[in-house]
């Protein structure tokens, strides 16, 4: 059985990013998906 995750006003999404660049992230403690949320809130 699949478990969901819920969270007010937000939507679970799919981004493909390189093997190299996630683990790089993850090494350093980069909230990938934090990131993009604010660079798209500034997208007009």
């Known amino acids: 059985m699949q478990e969901w995750i819920y969270m007010i006003g937000k939507m679970r999404t799919t ?23 604010n660079a798209l809130k500034k997208v007009n």
């Open 15 to 37: 981004l493909y990013l390189s093997k190299e660049i996630v683990e790089k992230a993850k090494k350093v403690g980069f909230n990938i998906s934090k990131t993009c949320e």
